[in-house]
Every structure is written in structure tokens, then in C-alpha cells.
């Protein structure tokens, strides 16, 4: 971001070598789907059979920017989600303990049914205040669309650009007690708004696959807490790095 320049040794230089490989990854994915048989249902697939109003299909580069920016969204997101979720868990016997009595009460070992998913009560508790306390997107940005929109003591001109920090909003006390304990049942007592809980961002330029991630935090989260034990590896350290989502360090 503070030094764009295409020579050997510089971020900006690595980057776009990365990009290149996507892309060409990307497309040889495209141009397998086109030969595999119709009906199949994965993303790629179905966005490659999508038409708009006049019959058209995206273009090789529109399905690149597509398919990079749902995997990229997707992908990191939950896995940052499932690491801070286990190193909490890690932290809290008594929470963990809790947790594995419910998903061997109702699952028994075995991986949720869909019908299952809802009587898991406290897995679902669990992983808001994990998204609470260590969201991983810690920030989203703004850009004002018109003139003069005051803004508390501001006024903003167009084009200025504002921060939203999820992290901070998580940790107000006047809306989560005690913001720095992980303690999933304050989700018993606590109904905050849209824009007092934001992991997956707010408004109309919200995630739109916050109930699919949902899921498939639950049904990860229950299959891998089922089959092992998590502890967090003597004399580790732990701190995080945000660059668009918030990860361990090292």
C-alpha cells in the first residue's frame, strides 16, 4: 500500500505474482467446469452458468474477480474464526466442559443433521462471543457518497472515508459487561443491534454469506471438537496481526 512498485524484492512485486497465479488457477477451474456436465451446483459453477436480462454470461475476468473475493472472504474469515474459537475454548475448561456435554447429548459423536443444528444452543453462544471478543474482521471502511453529512461534531465532504471498528464496538462496556471475559452466556441477557454486533458487518453492504459461515462454523466445530483435544502448546506466544482480518501472529 506504501510503496506500489513493481521491482524484485518488494511486496507490491510479490503480490502480483500471487495475483498471476490465481488468476491462472482461477481460469483453469473455469475452463474445466465448462467441460464438466451441466447441473453441477458448486459457486463457480453456477456463476458461470448465470445470464443477465439480455443472456449474457460474466466475462473470464469477471469470473476471476467473482470467485477470488468469495474465496477470499469465505476462506480466511472462518478459518480465523474456528482458531480463536478453540484457543478461547482452550483457555476455559469449564466452558469446554460444558460445550462437550451438549454435543454429546444431542449429537452423540456423530456430525450434525440439519435438524440437529438448532438444539445446539450453547455452540451457538459460544461462537458469537468467540466473534465478539476476537472478530475476524476487525474493521470495515466507509466512504461518504454525498456532501456535508454531519457526523456527531463532523461534517464529512464526499469521498472522506471513515473506519468502523468492530473490535472496539465488541468491547464497550456499556453494551457487553465485562467486554474482555469470554462469557458465551451473556448472549442469554444481551440482544444488541445490528450495529452493536457486527462481525459480519452492518447495513446493506453486509456479508452475504453470515448464515452460511454460521453454519459451517457449527458443523466444523462440532465434528473437531468430538474427535480431538485442544490445548495451547507450552510456552506459546500469542498475539495478533490485523491486515484485513485479524490472525494469530505466529
Not at 47 to 52: E, G, H, K, T, W
Not at 209 to 222: E, T, Y
Amino acid at each position: 500500500w506504501f510503496f506500489p512498485v513493481n521491482i524484485p524484492g518488494t511486496p507490491y512485486y510479490r503480490l502480483l505474482k500471487h495475483a498471476e497465479l490465481v488468476e491462472q488457477e482461477i481460469l483453469r477451474l473455469v475452463e474445466k467446469r465448462r467441460r464438466d456436465p451441466p447441473g453441477r451446483t458448486d459457486v463457480l459453477s453456477i456463476l458461470i452458468q448465470a445470464r443477465d436480462d439480455e443472456n449474457r454470461g460474466m466475462t473470464d475476468m469477471e469470473l476471476v474477480g467473482q470467485a477470488t473475493i468469495l474465496f477470499g472472504a469465505s476462506f480466511e474469515t472462518t478459518a480465523s474464526t474456528l482458531t480463536w474459537t478453540v484457543f478461547l475454548l482452550a483457555q476455559h475448561p469449564a466452558i469446554m466442559c460444558e460445550l462437550m456435554d451438549e454435543l454429546d447429548r444431542v449429537l452423540g459423536g456423530d456430525a450434525p443433521t440439519p435438524e440437529q443444528l438448532p438444539q445446539l444452543s450453547f455452540l451457538d453462544r459460544v461462537i458469537k462471543e468467540s466473534m465478539r471478543i476476537l472478530p475476524p474482521v476487525p474493521f470495515t471502511i466507509r466512504a461518504a457518497d454525498e456532501d456535508q453529512i454531519p457526523m456527531g461534531s463532523l461534517t464529512l465532504s464526499h469521498g472522506a472515508r471513515v473506519i468502523c471498528s468492530h473490535f472496539l464496538t465488541h468491547h464497550l462496556p456499556d453494551i457487553y459487561p465485562e467486554p474482555e471475559l469470554f462469557r458465551p452466556d451473556r448472549w442469554r441477557e444481551v440482544n444488541p443491534t445490528q450495529y452493536e454486533y457486527m462481525p459480519f458487518s452492518a447495513g446493506p453492504r453486509a456479508c452475504v454469506g453470515a448464515m452460511f459461515a454460521i453454519q459451517v462454523l457449527k458443523i466444523s466445530l462440532a465434528i473437531m471438537l468430538q474427535k480431538f483435544r485442544f490445548t495451547v502448546a507450552p510456552g506459546a506466544r500469542i498475539d495478533r496481526v490485523v491486515r484485513i482480518t485479524m490472525n494469530p501472529r505466529y
